[in-house]
């Protein structure tokens, strides 16, 4: 992808590849060396390397509904390129490729020039550089009102049991 088309489109809503399983929308944070930086409601902040991206939507018109209201004092691993950011994000539980057959979680142990490892349990996983195409880790901006609206769903629980007395009503129709 041409970074200066990405540039443009920085603090945008947009849809990165048109379908299936890699296509995201989400808020374009910023554009690097080889990388850029998309924040979605569901996946957090995603890093993706520019050459493996096909497509890139924006609406010129409307915009694309993205409604998460990102706070000021946000901030997220940042670098030059990407390979810095991997450094940044070392023995931090990463996903890589997130939403294919490919995808690979764990901690993310050690980089080099050819491949990076991750650490799943027992296993040692390397993958190759040139087929990471993306990679995450948990960070994520809370929708405001969902800490209240999980409380207010948990209390609505509570006195319905306590309306049951806690047991199963038994019906005869």
């Known amino acids: 992808m041409n970074r200066d088309i990405l540039g443009s489109l920085v603090g945008k809503a947009v849809k990165v590849n048109r379908g299936g399983h890699d296509s995201r929308i989400g808020l ?56 810095d950011v991997l450094h940044c994000l070392k023995y931090h539980w990463v996903t890589i490729n997130r939403g294919g057959h490919e995808k690979y979680q764990g901690v993310l142990d050690d980089i080099n020039d050819d491949y990076i490892t991750v650490i799943f349990n027992e296993e040692v996983i390397r993958v190759a550089m040139f087929h990471i195409r993306n990679i995450s880790y948990d960070m994520r901006v809370e929708e405001p009102g969902k800490d209240k609206r999980d409380e207010k769903k948990k209390d609505e629980d509570k006195n319905e049991d306590k309306d049951r007395g806690g047991q199963w009503e038994e019906r005869n129709d």
């Open 28 to 83: 374009l944070l910023a554009v690097e060396e080889d990388y850029f930086v998309l924040l979605t409601k569901e996946d957090g902040v995603l890093y993706y390397k520019g050459h493996h991206v096909k497509s890139l939507t924006d609406n010129a018109k409307k915009g694309i509904n993205f409604d998460l209201i990102v706070p000021e004092d946000f901030s997220y691993v940042r670098g030059k390129n990407f390979e």
